[in-house]
Structures are given as C-alpha cells and as structure tokens.
C-alpha cells in the first residue's frame, strides 16, 4: 500500500476547511460550470457554510466526499473534485471534477482524477467509479478516457443545456484489483 494517497509532485487533495467557503461560492455561482452539474439555483454562502460545517469528511457517513484540488507549491486552490451518489451496498460512486477557470487545461483535472481514483480503489476499496458527460464535451471525455474510464452506455436526450438535450455517455471505471 502507499504510504501516502491524495498527493503527487504537483498537487495535493485534502478536505474543505471554512476558508475555502469564497473559491467554493465563485465556482458554485459560476454559470458557465452549470451545465455540467445539476445545479438549478445559485447557492448561497449560508448553504455551503451548512455544508461544510455538516460534512464528517467520510464517504460512508455523508455519502459523499468533496475533496479540494490544491497546488503543492503555492498551496493555491485550483479546483474541487467529488464523489457522489456514494452507494455503499454495491461500492460505488459517481464522480465530479471542477477546475476553476483560471487553472484549465494545464493537467491539473488528470492528475487529481487519478489520485482519486488511487485513493477510491487501493485505499476505500470501492469496486467502481462512473461519470456522466455529455457526449460533445471532449475535453472532459479525454480526460475520463485518458484516466481508464469506459464508455459503457449512451443516455439519449440527458441533458438539458440552454432549451436543448444532449445526449450524455455513461463512462465507467472498475477497480483493477477486484
């Protein structure tokens, strides 16, 4: 086993602290993140100042986990990455990722899917991971593809984007250990 997970030479995953309540309101409240997510309204700094509070940081307890992306060497917060959905009976979970604007495109989004992954299957022991992603985002496909993820099912007309349905690709990671 590693001796350590959630870190590499670029950046590191750790909990959400309060202090991170002004990154998580400006990505939450970013429109142009809406899309991808299920938000239907802007959250407040009330509601994510509950959920931080409430949080117990375990995935089988809350049943989910946001974890922050952050730079190692300036310790800067890039982004946030998830697992939701959590179902402990059949080990699964769905994952979310979401780099802020200024921090896309530099690799910061494989480097924590695959620490996540490490941390998910060598370390919680869950036999899966899944992602929804609409078909025509291929930067976010390449990214799911390029860290093992399957397309393993195609969901017509999932997505509702500005009056339009797109269809979404179900892509699937097992744990290679089971």
């Not at 001796?3 to 909990?15: E, K, P, T, V």
């Not at 979970?93 to 620490?115: F, M, P, S």
């Not at 992603?133 to 997505?159: I, P, R």
């Amino acid at each position: 086993m590693r001796a350590s997970f959630l870190m590499n030479d670029r950046i590191y995953l750790r909990a959400v602290e309060p202090e991170d309540m002004d990154i998580m309101y400006e990505m939450e409240n970013d429109p142009s993140m809406w899309d991808i997510s299920n938000f239907t309204v802007p959250y407040s700094r009330y509601v994510l100042r509950q959920y931080i509070e409430g949080s117990q940081c375990d995935v089988f307890a809350d049943k989910q986990l946001r974890l922050m992306i952050v730079g190692k060497a300036d310790h800067r917060i890039l982004g946030t990455i998830d697992i939701t959905d959590f179902v402990p009976l059949h080990s699964r979970g769905e994952v979310g990722i979401a780099i802020h604007k200024d921090y896309r495109q530099q690799g910061y989004a494989t480097d924590a899917l695959k620490l996540l992954c490490e941390y998910a299957f060598d370390f919680l022991s869950l036999n899966q991971l899944y992602a929804h992603v609409a078909v025509d985002n291929e930067v976010c496909m390449k990214l799911f593809t390029s860290c093992g993820f399957v397309q393993c099912g195609l969901l017509k007309n999932w997505l509702q984007v500005e009056g339009c349905y797109k269809d979404a690709a179900l892509l699937q990671c097992l744990n290679p250990k089971k």
